[in-house]
Structures are given as C-alpha cells and as structure tokens.
C-alpha cells in the first residue's frame, strides 16, 4: 500500500456536527451534495478515501448511522423502514433537498430504500457491497449471526474473516475496522444488525421503479453481497449498472480506494439516461 493510501486510511477522527434529534454528522467541502452512510460495526471515518477525495469538487456529508459512532440509537427491534425514514428525517433537518448518496453494506441498504420511497430527493444512487436477495444458506447464517449478539455482544473476529482477506494490501484496513468495532456501542450494533438481517428483501422488488442512475458495486470475492447480487440489481434498475473490483471483498472501498473512487467519479458524472 502506497504513502497515500496509508495516510487516507489512518485519517484520525473527524470533526462531527449534531442534528437537534442526535445524528451525528461530517460536513465538508461545496458544490452538489454527496452523502455517504457506513455499514454496521463502523462510523463515518470508514469513508476516509472518498471523504479526501470528493470534497474538494462536493459538499460531502458523511453520517454515523444510529448507535454507531456519535449518533443516537433507534429504538431496539427497529427494521430497516425504521433506517429509512431516519435518513429522511435526517435530510430533512439538514434542509438538504436532491442529494446523491452513496451507502456501503447496511448503508447501501438504506440508500436503496431512499430511492425506493422518496426518489424524488435522490438524483443518485449508489450501492456499494450491498446484498439483494439472500439465498437460503446465506440467510440461516445473517439470521444467527443477529441472533447471537444480545448474548455473545459484538463479533469482532468474524467479520474481518469475511471481510478481508490476508493479503499485505488489506492490513491497515483491517486494523482501522478492528478498532471500529470494538468502539461500536453494542446494543446500536444489535439493532442495526437485525435490521440488515432481515432486510435483503425489504425494497427489493422496488429497483424497477427506481429512475436514478445506479451503481452497484462489489468486490469480486465478497462472499455475503456478491457479484451476482450487484449483476441483479443492476438489470432490475432502469438505469443501473454493475461494476466488480477484482481480488477485492467488503470493505472495498478502503482496501481499494483508488478503483472505487474512480467508479464513483464516474458515477456522479453521470446524466440521467446514463447507463
């Protein structure tokens, strides 16, 4: 890993703003809107590579999802509608009206029920190793997986099994994302984790009616939100395409943030009849 990608990586803490409802948020740079929402487990710094890059030509806005970072917990057995019209609220407080947004594992999640339910305020939309349809194996095992965490807390060694792999390149990534998990707030984890569970199916059927252009991204060896899945959602969606970072898994966008941010430059160069 180069000098530059190290030092994007190993950004310290950002400094954060407070809705009056208890969303924490970063606030940097001018011009058209882009906001990014992490995974569960995380906070806003998993987005460090994009942050530095993209705010020096957009207003990047990047939020702590509720019970993650510095932003208040939802309630305990929230589902994803709950995610959803928390993102709204969000927008709305922040009097942000059309915004492109950029969500990665549960946030994609989230940004793709954006797009489902209130379209009209997303002129962009994409989804970074977002999952689409379990299969029934894939299922059983989200499904434990949520389970287990009122009894066992947060996992912080599964994850990174299946989030990365052991090459050299993914090492400061894997780091930082140990770290970030053991600062998670457990029963925030907890909650979100459910809702990511249980909501592969929640907006599914709604790509078609979605008319933004879409990008879905993955790494060609993430084992949970594959390439098929992005390939799926991709023919569903109007304007959707699918692009695949090979020897890359889950946490693409920090362990190759030089390829994504290029996806993502052309995603947001993008018209609308784009494809």
Known sequence: MDQKKADHLNMGGLLRKHTARGTAYHDVGEGEPLVLIHGVGMRLEAWAPQIAAFSRSHRIVAVDMPGHGESAALPSGSKLEAFVAWFGGFLDEMALGEVNVA??????????????????????VAYLNGVYRRDREAKAAVLARAAAIPLVGVDKEGPLLRWFGDDAQS?????????????????????????????????????????????????????????????????????????????????????????VNELLTEWLSCGEDAR
């Open 103 to 124: 969500g990665h594992s549960m946030g994609a999640l989230i940004a793709g029920g954006a797009a489902a339910t209130f379209g009209e305020r997303i002129k962009r």
């Open 171 to 259: 090492a400061a990534a894997r780091e930082l994302t140990r770290n970030w998990l053991s600062l998670v707030d457990p029963q925030g984890y907890a909650t979100a984790y459910a809702a990511f569970a249980g909501g592969d199916e929640t907006y599914a059927d709604r790509w078609p009616d979605v008319s933004a252009p879409a990008l879905f991204l993955t790494g060609s060896d993430d084992p949970n939100s594959t390439p098929l899945m992005a390939e799926q959602m991709a023919t569903a969606a109007p304007r959707g395409w699918a692009r695949i970072v090979e020897g890359h898994r889950h946490m693409v966008n920090l362990t190759a943030p030089d390829i």
